[in-house]
């Protein structure tokens, strides 16, 4: 089955910065690849999707890029605010099942 | 957030007693999924559902059993609860295009 892995687990960084998380998956069948945000007790939210015929999408401040070659993908967030402080979950799917990483908890220090 | 609730939204229970857990939604999406998260495993798919009656296992599927004999209601149960199942339990929906959606969640404590 698809393996995906999210790196990295933690990440601080200063309100106005960017925030960079990373994941890589396994099976290139894959083709759909979903950001989540999770805030303390509260539901996963979908935030950003990105589908394996587009290398880059973005919302706003919000951006997610697609290396089908590498198999890898990356949520970027720019000018962080400290409503941005959550768990980061990425995850990929053929359309099934998904497959989830472990997740990046942000923290963005005023 | 879609139309998808949980119930119970909490639930302690002792070893070995049977536990259903539901999930209920109004957007007629093909697919539900349960999944479980505990720290530092993320979102694991327990089983998912492609339609009425039509199921299927996921990663962490031992000791649990679904069903779904209405669109809007997926069933998942507890054979005999153990210590490890204590977890928090998400309902998702998707559609044909994918995207995906979490219920509130189910915290649940076995004793």
């Not at chain 1, 990425?90 to 472990?102: E, H, K, L, S, V």
């Not at chain 2, 229970?13 to 720290?39: F, K, S």
């Not at chain 2, 327990?46 to 679904?66: A, N, P």
């Not at chain 2, 149960?77 to 295009?97: H, K, N, R, W």
Request: hydrophobic share 25%.
């Amino acid at each position: 089955g698809e393996n995906v892995e999210q790196h990295p687990s933690t990440l601080s960084v200063q309100e106005g910065d960017s925030a960079v998380i990373k994941c890589t998956y396994s099976d290139s069948a894959s083709n759909y690849f979903p950001w989540y945000k999770q805030e303390l007790g509260k539901r996963p939210q979908l935030i950003i999707d990105i589908r394996s015929n587009v290398g880059e999408k973005k919302d706003q401040r919000i951006a997610v890029t697609l290396n089908k070659t590498a198999k890898h993908f990356s949520l970027h967030i720019t000018e962080t605010q400290p409503e941005d402080s959550a768990v980061y979950f990425c995850a990929a799917t053929t359309g099934n099942q998904f497959y989830f990483g472990t997740g990046t908890s942000l923290t963005v220090i005023p | 957030d879609a139309g998808i609730t949980q119930s119970p939204r909490h639930k302690v229970t002792e070893t070995g007693t049977p536990v259903t857990l539901r999930c209920h939604q109004t957007e007629n999406h093909r697919y539900m999924y349960w999944y479980r998260q505990d720290p530092g495993h993320g979102l694991r798919l327990i089983h998912y559902s492609y339609g009425v009656k039509d199921t299927d296992k996921g990663e962490v599927s031992d000791g649990y059993s679904v069903s779904r004999s209405k669109t809007e209601d997926f069933l998942l149960t507890l054979e005999s609860a153990t210590s490890s199942q204590t977890s928090v339990y998400f309902c998702a929906i998707s559609g044909t295009d994918y995207e995906q959606y979490f219920g509130p969640g189910t915290r649940l404590t076995v004793t």
